[in-house]
């Protein structure tokens, strides 16, 4: 047995029972080094189900969850506006923290985050994004051995149904965070800093797009971002079901799951409820803890591929690389060249994220994607939205 094996597990509760947390909870259960400890969830509902399944206590209010001695860490899935309240809280009851990107709405807020985490001595990690990803590291890794040279520009987009998935009415309100800026970009971001080593964006030119009067938030985007070290980057991202971005991958979707064609689907089931709260059930339905997703759940461990999000192409001065089923091919002087992965893990990117959490509560060691990170991606995300602030069609720019 290695001595990380004999180290005790971290027990971890979760703050939210809906899509994030619906999600988290199988990883959680398969991470070698974690431990289903607790949930917490306004709905009884969703209690209930938990409670059937899981011998672990379930509680209304998140700060009940807090003040158990048994839970170490918790990942808090709440709606956006609730992160900061919420992460103080739990570093008050001296918790270690995952919290869901965005990491919260308001600079001043990411800055009161890191603030309690610091002042409480423990880990805070942002996470989920695709920044985690298994291909993120691979990309990452072969752009930091030097073998291209230095990394000059990234060009990342994707193409998804995200506009006319169900919703709840706050989703579709940008001042609540909703729409792709907050929910979908920051992905993209996280994996050009997550490549480039994690430096920070300091310019922006960008244009945003509302297409449907009907989903009145940003569901398309193109920026350029300027990064330190003289790395741009072009991030395009549309949510309207049209195209979708992994015919391109083979058919293996966001989660490495196969999947098949669906253009237009996700529109034409929208159309069967009749007004924001059968909307926002259906939500509950679909997505919550016992809902559809949730059933669905026990394939995770059987996926096809890793997970990705669109298509990449990461270009340094002697060659190209770019994410694919697999692994990644790196285009060098000598011809294409084919890396490969191991077999996906159970629960993708996310297990990279209990990955982090672990090696910092366990072994000390200070997590990438922590506060600082988290903070920066918000920050290139509020500035997206300032440069497009003059709208279509003219290209807005930010820089400091």
Known sequence: MTTAEKKDPVRIGVVGLGMAGTIMIPVILAHPATVLAGACDLSADLRESFARDFSCPVTESAEELFARSDIDAVYIATPHQFHCENVKLAASYGKHVIVEKPMALTLP??????????????VLVVGH??????????????????RLGRLRMILTFNYTDFVYRFRRPEELDTSLGGGIIFNQIPHQIDFVRTVA????????????????????????????????GGIYATLVYSGYDHFDSDELH??????????EPRHGKTRAQLRSVADPADEAAMRGKVYSYGGSLWKQL????????????????????????????GGAMVY??????????????AGGGRSEVLDELCAAVRDGQHPMHDGAFGRETLR?????????????????TWRE
Do not use: Y
């Open 109 to 122: 807020d990411c800055d009161a985050m890191i603030a309690a985490a610091e002042a409480a001595g423990t």
């Open 129 to 146: 994004s695709h920044g985690f990803d298994s291909t993120t590291k691979l990309v990452s890794e072969i752009v930091a051995s030097g």
């Open 197 to 228: 080593g994690g430096v920070r964006v300091t310019g922006v030119s960008a244009v945003t797009g509302q297409f449907d009067p009907g989903r009145p938030t940003e569901g398309a985007m193109m920026s350029l971002l300027e990064l330190e």
């Open 250 to 259: 083979g058919w293996i979707g966001e989660g490495g799951q196969t999947k």
């Open 298 to 325: 026990g394939f995770r461990g059987d996926r096809s591929d890793h997970p990705h999000f669109g298509m990449a192409i990461v270009t340094c001065e002697r060659g190209d690389i770019r994410p694919v089923p």
């Open 332 to 345: 060098g002087d000598g011809g294409p060249e084919f890396v490969k992965l191991d077999p996906p893990r």
């Open 380 to 396: 290139a995300c509020s500035n997206i939205l300032l440069a497009a602030a003059a709208g279509l069609p003219d290209v807005g």
